[in-house]
């Protein structure tokens, strides 16, 4: 079988998010099947290292898509052109986008529909974007994968999209997470946070991931408490970021309070595995990677109950309304003042980890493409 992937996400040094999922699935369907050859869609200059084994071709598509003038040229024209030229038995495209003119059959994951329930957070044109493809894809797909069960139920009250169509592949934890001896949390919070003990964020600083309310609740804990613990908040700010810097310029505690910015890949997990306990406050995922690699650092998690954070969070995080920022302060408080409730989060989170790996993600996203190879799904 020849397998086509839309790979535009592979980026070195720069696997956030899509890229991450992208480089994960693909590289174990590579390794785990070298009975089937690979196409790799880039659409620019490519990194060797991503080509994980003898079967794979790598092509490059003009233009490079980043703009959504770009993505459709680059999905109904590139892409179109690409499969049928190199003669594709199935394609699948990790990041929610996909040909609408191609014939192939094709199998799409959708990570979440945020732009559906929080539009206002989106750049004008990716919106519109978004709102008018986003459930053509959906409808044109011959069968999607969802990250959640919580994504699932929402494409179908979204789009009216039967759940047969629909399979929850999860995600998994990348290697490298794990639980830090003392001696490394020690060195971790000299290097990040004075030698103190502190809160800490992944992810990106956006009105919806809700930082502003981390950064006001974070304030309330400190007067509250007297603690020298620290919030540290790693991630790139995006294009909307007023609330959040507006409370940080009211808090009365900025000394403690610093933005890392992007935290490379070979840093990240010695950054959570430090962290004296994990917060995550999005006011909307479609999975909540950052709890799951908390998890496997066996550090306790505060965590927003919206969406699909439950789900994946299960009983390892103490889940308040995200909405409201004393609950998140008396959350903070509990976890510094609770040493039980500490160690109940961890040993939780132990046992909810082993719901989610990549090779469950690669084995879903693999049984998907058979099936719509094969003709047994279809749209």
């Keep these: 079988m020849r397998i086509a992937i839309n790979t535009r996400f592979l980026l070195p040094g720069r696997l956030e998010g899509l890229g991450r999922y ?10 785990g099947h070298p009975e089937h050859e690979f196409l790799f869609f880039f659409d620019r200059p490519f990194d060797e290292r991503f080509l994980f084994g003898k079967n794979v ?14 993505w ?3 999905f109904e024209y590139s892409v179109n052109r690409a499969l049928k030229k190199y003669k594709a038995d199935v394609f699948f495209s990790p990041d929610g986008y996909l040909s609408l003119r191609a014939e192939t059959p094709t199998v799409m994951t959708v990570h979440d529909l945020a732009f559906e329930h929080f539009p206002e957070a989106i750049p004008f044109l990716v919106r519109r974007y978004y709102q008018h493809f986003t459930p053509m894809f959906c409808r044109r797909a011959d069968h999607l994968l969802a990250v959640s069960a919580y994504t699932r139920a929402d494409i179908q009250q979204q789009y009216g999209i039967e759940g047969a169509k629909i399979t929850v592949c999860g995600n998994g934890c990348r290697e490298g997470f794990r639980p830090l001896t003392e001696e490394e949390k020690k060195r971790t919070r000299a290097e990040y946070a004075d030698g103190q003990p502190y809160f800490l964020y992944v992810g990106a600083v956006h009105p919806r991931k809700n930082t502003h309310r981390l950064i006001e609740a974070f304030g309330r804990f400190k007067a509250r408490t007297g603690a020298t613990v620290k919030l540290l908040i790693a991630g790139r ?13 009211a808090s009365a505690f900025q000394e403690d309070i ?7 890949d070979e840093k990240l997990p010695q950054l959570v595995g430090g962290a004296f306990c994990f917060v995550y406050p999005s006011l909307f995922e479609g999975f909540g990677l950052p709890l799951l690699e908390a998890m496997h650092c066996d ?8 969406s699909s954070l439950p789900e994946v969070a299960g009983a390892a995080a103490l889940l308040f309304d995200p909405q409201d920022t004393e609950l998140l302060a008396a959350a903070l408080q509990h976890i510094y003042k609770e040493e039980g409730l500490r160690h109940q989060l961890v040993e939780a989170g132990r046992l909810q980890r082993r719901k989610f790996s990549w090779e469950r993600t690669a084995e879903a996203v693999y049984g998907s493409l058979v099936g719509v190879s094969k003709g047994e799904r279809k749209r």
Aim: aromatic share 14%; glycine share 6%.
């Design 22 to 31: 992208t480089y994960e699935v693909a590289r174990r369907l590579v390794e």
């Design 57 to 70: 071709q790598a092509v490059v598509l003009a233009p490079p898509a980043r703009h959504p003038l770009l």
């Design 72 to 74: 459709y040229i680059w």
């Design 237 to 249: 700010f995006a294009w909307q970021t007023g609330p959040v810097k507006t409370a940080f310029e």
């Design 258 to 264: 610093r933005f890392l910015g992007f935290v490379p």
């Design 299 to 306: 550090v306790p998690i505060i965590s927003s109950g919206s």
